[in-house]
Every structure is written in C-alpha cells, then in structure tokens.
C-alpha cells in the first residue's frame, strides 16, 4: 500500500472532516468524543485557510493512493497538526496533535508524520514542540520517546473517558 506524506490543502476539507470523524468514533486517545464534532465543511475549509496563511502553523495529512481500492471512504488515514504560538514571546513554540486511523497504525506512519512536520518546523526556525498524551497511551508514548520527546510532567485528572478521569502526560522536545 502506498502512501503520501503531504502538507494540507483548502481541497481537502471534506476529507479532513471524515478523517476525524472516523477518529472521534474510534479512538479514546482523541479530544472529541463519538458524534462530539460539529464542525461545518464551510468551517473546516476556514481553519485549513488559517493554518495555510500561519507561518508558523501546518497540517499534515498521510494520503493513501485508492489504485487499490477506488471504492475506499478514506483517502486521508491520518494527520498531525502543528500550531505555533499566537504570540510573539511563544511564537517559536509549537503545540502538536496526531491521529491515525486503527487499521493503518504500526506501519510508521506517525514516525513519517514527526519526520515531515519536524523539518518544517526547523525550516522556520521552531524552538520548542510540545504535546499532551494521556497516562494510559502506551503506543503513543513509546511515539513520542521515539520521536526524542520527553516527560515534563504530569496535569492530573484533566480528561474524562468513559466516566473516569484520566491523567495526562506533558511531553516536549526542544529543537537545537
């Protein structure tokens, strides 16, 4: 199966959406719960235009080729945001969140997501990249060790999955 590793674009908007949908039905790892999600095409392609006119904020998408299978609903399997700070004295740092559909997880996508977004963020001149992930992800944790991320803390009880409350872990990397 091949896939493409590539910055988002205004076309990909309704992709993105079903993208993240699918996510929010499958995954507890994600911020939205199942039917959570509200977001409008008109707003999706709102906040690609903003992402795109940032210059320090991008969307990655992983693109699957459908030569395979042309019938598939999922054109887009994954994605990882990175959004710089609003202001100048955190422009330079940069707060990132990823998702990968469950069917294609294990095949190095998120590896290639943290390569690409990685250079970007250096082209630009990133100092800092900092993510959460809760206590309990233990793919995503070995993710982002691997990635050269560290602990820096953990934010207790700040999510709610299922009924309980759940920690978070506060991870970075700083970009020498």
Known sequence: MAFKIRQICEADANDVLNLSRALDEESRFMMFEPGERKTTLEEQIARIQQV??????MTFV??????ENPHDQHKLVGLLGAQGGAFHRNHDTVSIFI???QAYTGLGLGRMLFEEM???????GAHRLELTVMAHNTRGLALYTKM??????????TLKVDGEYVDELMMSKILE
């Open 52 to 57: 795109l006119s940032s210059d320090n904020s």
């Open 62 to 67: 992983v693109e699957k080729s459908l030569d």
């Open 99 to 101: 998702g990968i559909l």
């Open 118 to 124: 990685e250079k970007w963020a250096r082209s630009w």
């Open 148 to 157: 050269g991320f560290e602990i820096e803390g953990r934010l207790k009880g």
